[in-house]
Structures are given as structure tokens and as C-alpha cells.
């Protein structure tokens, strides 16, 4: 679960511009937040307001890289960094990021610093008995010479596994990363903890639709819980879809076939006969499965594409309203789900990106950040610019004079 993170200088974020998850329910509003123990919740779920091009897709994009960076080691030395471009007015300096999280009921504060070539500097912090301990720190020396690394004395390292870190962390991938490519004691049970909850509970996949159809099904059909998931909610969809299975039409070619009923006839659709709208909301449900089943993070661009609002708004409340450890961040359009009570009554869950005109970076407000009276609507209140990340757009009328001579302002 993020509790924080703040990027600088990435894509079109120019200044530090910080998101907190940190939640402002009230005691009796359980289902919105993740009670991480201490009195310390963090929101279930982040959605991210804008006009195109204002930036929401790069504060998700800053999100997966972080955590990217510390699972994915190089193997070459010369190797850039797996970043986007820095801000294209900032060019030569470095981008910062900042994230905390938990993980395994532990808060972890990670920094870190880096340009194309190099990471500048990193420092993971970490709570094993909710007091800040440090868990390593590193820092460039010089191109040719080995990182400075530092390990915090609570992880209970030997020299040689230190060593070992010592010896195959590059300029240009994360210390922890480290633990990709090689094989530790025992005693370096706290980084292969943090680096496996990463790992398997951080879906920084954020479109939808990347896994063919076929291969999808196939996964579910042979785990009956996740099968009657998904009948479950495509039923509750209203799609009249009671069953489906995959159908070979040639070696290594694959259709999936779904039984309808319509009153008490059924019929039968492939899935090129099926609306874009229905496999668009198939290509969620796996995500929604893992979301309210296990624990995970799940960032997504663009999630109400395809989508009617009032589905996307029965797909929020699925989530909201049944799971336990999960963690749901995504852009959206759908200004229809700011008339739901969902975000209405709990503001503290959207936030809204602008780009500022004088700068070209964005920035990021959190919907009770505002001072919008309670009985004011959040959704006419969007509208009508009291929140700004609407576009601001220009005359419809084209002049015969601007074909000829026409200058951008």
C-alpha cells in the first residue's frame, strides 16, 4: 500500500508535486481504507481527474517506474537507467522520486536520485518495530569505480553478502535490484521479503487488454473460484453471458466462445461477435479478481475507456465494497463518477491535474484539498472550473485569414 510519493523533474512534471494516500475517513468508514496497525489507513483507491495532456498517465507512469527500479537490475554497464525523459525544459538535471509504502505490515521510505547514466543516489529506510531504521543507502563515486554502499545494522548482514552487493551493483540499476541476479544466505531474509512482496503484489501493467483473450481464458477456465468470478460479475454486468469456453479452429489458434441466454433460448457469440464494450470489461476482470481476492497494487491508464459509467461505477463499488489489502490507482474521463456518492461523500480519493501555462508542468491537487463546502457538488464544481483540469478550449470558428497566416500564441 503507498502511504506517499513525490516525483521531480519527470515527463511533465517540472517541480516536486506530491500525491498522499494517507486516508481522512472517518472511523466508521472502513471500506474505503486499508488499516495498516498505529492508527495509520491508507485510501483503497486513487483516481486522477484532467484535461488531455495535463499529465495524469505520467504521475502513474512515475509510480511504476520507481518500482521498477528497484526490481530491475541491468546487466550491462553501459545501459541507461529504465526511466522516461526527465522534464523537457530540465533536461540536464536529474530526476527524484520518493515513495512509502508497506509491505508485509512493514512501512519502507524510499529515495532516490538519477539521471540517463546513473543512479545519483538512493537511501531505503525502513520500520521493522515502527522506528526508523536505515535499511541501505548508496551513492556515486565515479563511472569507473564501485557504488558507495551503506547497509543499516537492523538487516543483520554478513560481509559476504554485503560483498556481494558491493561487487554486482552497476551505476545504473537499484541496490535491491541486486537480488534479481543473484543467490543469497539466509541472512539476507529482510531484502528477499521486500523484494518478492514488490514483486508479486505491484501490477505496474497500466493498460488494458495486453493479454490476448484466449490466453486469458485459458488461465481461468482451470481454476473453478476465478471461473465462477467471473460468470458472477458478467451476470451482475447484465450481458446475459452464462458460460464460456475456448474453441480450436486450427493449431495454435484459439477462440473464445461465450453462451448467452435471451429469456429461456441460448445462443452463442465469439468473441470477435462480442462488443468491444463486453471485452474491454473482461480485460478488468482479472485485475478486479486479484484486487479483491489477494493484495495487490494495481495502477491502470485510462480505465473507463469502453465503459458505461454506470458499470465503472458498480466496478468501483465491487472493489471498494469487498476487498481487504488491495490498493487501486488509475486515470479517468468519467466525470459521471464524480456525481456518485462514492467520490461525492469521499472527496479525499480524486485528485485533479492541471498544467500550469507558465510552466507547462502539471500539478496535482487531492479533491478535499479544495475548501468546497460539503454540500457542495463535487461534480458541478468540476464542471463548472472550481477545480481547474478542464481544457480551455478556443473558438470553433476557422477564419479563411488564419489559413494564410495563422501563429501560435
Same mark, same amino acid.
Given at each position: 500500500?503507498?502511504?506517499?510519493?513525490?516525483?521531480?523533474?519527470?515527463?511533465?512534471?517540472?517541480?516536486?508535486?506530491?500525491?498522499?494516500?494517507?486516508?481522512?475517513?472517518?472511523?466508521?468508514?472502513?471500506?474505503? %481504507?486499508?488499516?495498516?496497525?498505529? =492508527?495509520?489507513?491508507?485510501?483503497?483507491?486513487?483516481?486522477?481527474?484532467?484535461?488531455?495532456?495535463?499529465?495524469?498517465?505520467?504521475?502513474?507512469?512515475?509510480?511504476?517506474?520507481?518500482?521498477?527500479?528497484?526490481?530491475?537490475?541491468?546487466?550491462?554497464?553501459?545501459?541507461?537507467?529504465? =526511466?522516461? /525523459?526527465?522534464?523537457?525544459?530540465?533536461?540536464?538535471?536529474?530526476?527524484?522520486?520518493?515513495?512509502?509504502?508497506?509491505?508485509?505490515?512493514?512501512?519502507?521510505?524510499?529515495? $532516490?536520485?538519477?539521471?540517463?547514466?546513473?543512479?545519483?543516489?538512493?537511501?531505503?529506510?525502513? +520500520?521493522?518495530?515502527?522506528?526508523?531504521?536505515?535499511?541501505?543507502?548508496?551513492?556515486?563515486?565515479?563511472?569507473?569505480?564501485?557504488?558507495?554502499?551503506?547497509?543499516?545494522?537492523?538487516?543483520?548482514?554478513?560481509?559476504?553478502?554485503?560483498?556481494?552487493?558491493?561487487?554486482? @551493483?552497476?551505476?545504473?540499476?537499484?541496490?535491491?535490484?541486486?537480488?534479481?541476479?543473484?543467490?543469497?544466505?539466509?541472512? %539476507?531474509? /529482510?531484502?528477499?521479503?521486500? +523484494?518478492?512482496?514488490?514483486?508479486?503484489?505491484?501490477?505496474?501493467?497500466?493498460?488494458?487488454?495486453?493479454?490476448?483473450?484466449?490466453?486469458?481464458?485459458?488461465?481461468?477456465?482451470?481454476?473453478?473460484?476465478?471461473?465462477?468470478?467471473?460468470?458472477?460479475?458478467?451476470?451482475?454486468?447484465?450481458?446475459?453471458?452464462?458460460?464460456?469456453?475456448?474453441?480450436?479452429?486450427?493449431?495454435?489458434?484459439?477462440?473464445?466462445?461465450?453462451?448467452?441466454?435471451?429469456?429461456?433460448?441460448?445462443?452463442?457469440?465469439?468473441?470477435?461477435?462480442?462488443? $468491444?464494450? @463486453?471485452?474491454?470489461?473482461? =480485460?478488468?476482470? /482479472?485485475?478486479?479478481?486479484?484486487?479483491?481476492?489477494?493484495?495487490?497494487?494495481?495502477? $491502470?491508464?485510462?480505465?473507463?475507456?469502453?465503459?458505461?459509467?454506470?458499470?465503472?461505477? +458498480?466496478?468501483?463499488?465491487?472493489?471498494?465494497?469487498?476487498?481487504?489489502?488491495?490498493?487501486?490507482?488509475?486515470?479517468?474521463?468519467?466525470?459521471?463518477?464524480?456525481?456518485?456518492?462514492?467520490?461525492?461523500?469521499?472527496?479525499?480519493?480524486?485528485?485533479?491535474?492541471?498544467?500550469?501555462?507558465?510552466?507547462?508542468?502539471?500539478?496535482?491537487?487531492?479533491?478535499?484539498?479544495?475548501?468546497?463546502?460539503?454540500?457542495?457538488?463535487?461534480?458541478?464544481? +468540476?464542471?463548472?472550473?472550481?477545480?481547474? %483540469?478542464? /481544457?480551455?478550449?478556443?473558438?470553433?470558428?476557422?477564419?479563411?485569414?488564419?489559413?494564410?497566416?495563422?501563429?501560435?500564441?
Amino acid at each position: 500500500m503507498i502511504r506517499e510519493f513525490w516525483v521531480e523533474n519527470f515527463l511533465s512534471i517540472k517541480e516536486k508535486q506530491t500525491i498522499s494516500f494517507e486516508s481522512r475517513a472517518k472511523a466508521n468508514e472502513h471500506y474505503f %481504507a486499508v488499516d495498516m496497525g498505529w =492508527s495509520n489507513r491508507v485510501n483503497k483507491l486513487g483516481i486522477f481527474y484532467g484535461a488531455n495532456a495535463a499529465g495524469k498517465s505520467n504521475m502513474l507512469m512515475a509510480i511504476q517506474t520507481v518500482f521498477q527500479l528497484l526490481t530491475h537490475a541491468q546487466t550491462a554497464r553501459t545501459a541507461l537507467v529504465p =526511466s522516461r /525523459p526527465p522534464f523537457a525544459l530540465d533536461r540536464g538535471k536529474p530526476t527524484s522520486m520518493f515513495v512509502s509504502f508497506y509491505a508485509n505490515q512493514i512501512r519502507y521510505d524510499y529515495k $532516490v536520485v538519477y539521471d540517463a547514466h546513473c543512479i545519483v543516489s538512493e537511501r531505503l529506510d525502513w +520500520y521493522p518495530n515502527k522506528s526508523k531504521k536505515l535499511f541501505y543507502e548508496r551513492k556515486f563515486t565515479s563511472e569507473d569505480l564501485q557504488a558507495d554502499i551503506k547497509f543499516g545494522g537492523s538487516l543483520g548482514l554478513t560481509q559476504k553478502t554485503e560483498d556481494v552487493f558491493l561487487q554486482n @551493483t552497476l551505476n545504473n540499476h537499484t541496490v535491491l535490484s541486486v537480488f534479481e541476479k543473484n543467490a543469497l544466505g539466509p541472512d %539476507a531474509k /529482510p531484502i528477499a521479503d521486500l +523484494y518478492r512482496w514488490i514483486s508479486e503484489h505491484v501490477v505496474t501493467s497500466i493498460q488494458l487488454g495486453e493479454i490476448p483473450l484466449a490466453d486469458q481464458i485459458r488461465q481461468v477456465i482451470v481454476d473453478n473460484r476465478q471461473k465462477n468470478f467471473y460468470l458472477m460479475m458478467l451476470g451482475q454486468a447484465d450481458f446475459n453471458i452464462t458460460d464460456f469456453y475456448l474453441q480450436t479452429l486450427s493449431p495454435g489458434e484459439e477462440k473464445v466462445v461465450f453462451v448467452c441466454k435471451a429469456g429461456e433460448k441460448h445462443f452463442e457469440l465469439t468473441e470477435d461477435e462480442q462488443s $468491444v464494450g @463486453t471485452l474491454k470489461y473482461i =480485460s478488468f476482470l /482479472p485485475l478486479l479478481y486479484q484486487l479483491v481476492m489477494g493484495e495487490k497494487i494495481v495502477i $491502470v491508464d485510462e480505465i473507463d475507456e469502453n465503459l458505461h459509467d454506470e458499470l465503472l461505477a +458498480y466496478v468501483m463499488q465491487v472493489y471498494i465494497l469487498n476487498s481487504k489489502h488491495s490498493q487501486l490507482l488509475f486515470t479517468s474521463q468519467e466525470t459521471a463518477l464524480l456525481m456518485d456518492e462514492l467520490l461525492n461523500e469521499h472527496r479525499y480519493l480524486a485528485f485533479f491535474v492541471e498544467k500550469d501555462k507558465a510552466s507547462a508542468s502539471s500539478e496535482y491537487t487531492r479533491g478535499d484539498e479544495f475548501g468546497l463546502h460539503k454540500n457542495l457538488s463535487l461534480y458541478n464544481s +468540476y464542471c463548472n472550473g472550481r477545480m481547474g %483540469a478542464l /481544457p480551455e478550449l478556443g473558438s470553433p470558428i476557422v477564419y479563411e485569414d488564419w489559413l494564410e497566416n495563422y501563429e501560435a500564441k
